[in-house]
C-alpha cells in the first residue's frame, strides 16, 4: 500500500526518530553519545532528512516534503491545491509526533537519570540560545528561506531539472547539515513545522519524569517562522529558477 498522505506521515516519523534520536543520544545522561556535541547532531539531522525523503517517496510520495514549510512553498507555486496541502501537513505533524513517541520509547531508561528538564526537553523541540522573539523569529525565517532556495537549486533547471538517479535526496541532506553548521546556532534550526510542533505535543503528552515545562511560549516560532521563509523562498524560488 502506498500512497502520498502514506509517504509523507512515515517519512516524517523516519526523520524524527533519527533526528531527535540523535539529540537523545547526545544530551540524555547515561548514553553512550553523552557529550559528543553539534557536529553529531548536525550529522545525524542530515542522515535523518537523506532516509525521511528516501521513506517518503519509496511509500508514495512523490514530492517527499516531509515539511510543512516546503509544502507551503510548493503550493504558492501550483504544485498543491490547498485542501490537499493542509492535509499533507496535518500527515506530516502526525508522523514527527509518533516518530517523537517511538524516540521516547528508544531512550526509556535515560529520561530519569537526565535531571536538566531543558535537555529533555531539547530531544523533542528547538529553543533559543538567547530569547529574543523578533531574532529568534528572523534566524528561523532565514534558515528556512535558505533551505527551500537551497531545494530550488538543486532541482533547477541548471542542474537539468533532476539531478543524478537518486543523488536529490543525498543533495538536501548536505543543504540541511550546512543550514544547521552555519545557521543554527541562535534557535536549534527547526526550519520544519512539524519537526518542531509534533514532538513537542509529545513532550507535553509523555509521561516523562520530571520534564518541565514544554515552553509553548516560545513554540509558535518554529512554526510560523519557517512558515514565512518557505513563503520568501517561494517565491524567490519563482522569480530566479
Do not use: C
Not at 23 to 52: C, D, M, P, R, Y
Not at 94 to 100: D, E, L, R, T
Not at 156 to 184: F, K, R
Amino acid at each position: 500500500m502506498s500512497n502520498p498522505l502514506l509517504g509523507e506521515f512515515l517519512g516524517t516519523m523516519m526523520l524524527i526518530i533519527l533526528g531527535d534520536g540523535v539529540v537523545a543520544n547526545v544530551v540524555l545522561a547515561k548514553n553512550k553519545g553523552q557529550g559528543s556535541g553539534w557536529i553529531v547532531i548536525t550529522t545525524g539531522w542530515a542522515i535523518a532528512v537523506v532516509i525521511g525523503v528516501f521513506t517518503a517517496i519509496s511509500a508514495g510520495s512523490k514530492q517527499a516534503d516531509i515539511n510543512p514549510a516546503v509544502t507551503l512553498a510548493k503550493t504558492i507555486m501550483g504544485s498543491y491545491a490547498f485542501p490537499q496541502a493542509i492535509v499533507t501537513m496535518v500527515a506530516q505533524v502526525a508522523g514527527a509526533f509518533v516518530g517523537a513517541v517511538i524516540v521516547w520509547l528508544a531512550y526509556l531508561n535515560h529520561w530519569e537519570p537526565t535531571t536538566d528538564a531543558g535537555l529533555k526537553l531539547a530531544v523533542f523541540s528547538t529553543g533559543p540560545a538567547i530569547r529574543n522573539t523578533v531574532n529568534n523569529l528572523i534566524t528561523e525565517i532565514i534558515g528556512t528561506f535558505v533551505l527551500v532556495a537551497g531545494v530550488g537549486a538543486i532541482f533547477s533547471g541548471a542542474t537539468g531539472g533532476n539531478p543524478a538517479t537518486g543523488l536529490g535526496p543525498y543533495l538536501v541532506g548536505m543543504l540541511v547539515w550546512g543550514i544547521g553548521l552555519s545557521l543554527g546556532g541562535p534557535t536549534g534550526y527547526a526550519i520544519n513545522p512539524a519537526r518542531d510542533l509534533g514532538p513537542r505535543i509529545a513532550h507535553q503528552l509523555l509521561p516523562i519524569p520530571g520534564k518541565g515545562s514544554s515552553d509553548w511560549n516560545y513554540g509558535w516560532i518554529p512554526v510560523v517562522g519557517p512558515f514565512i521563509g518557505g513563503a520568501l523562498g517561494a517565491f524567490f524560488w519563482m522569480a530566479v529558477f
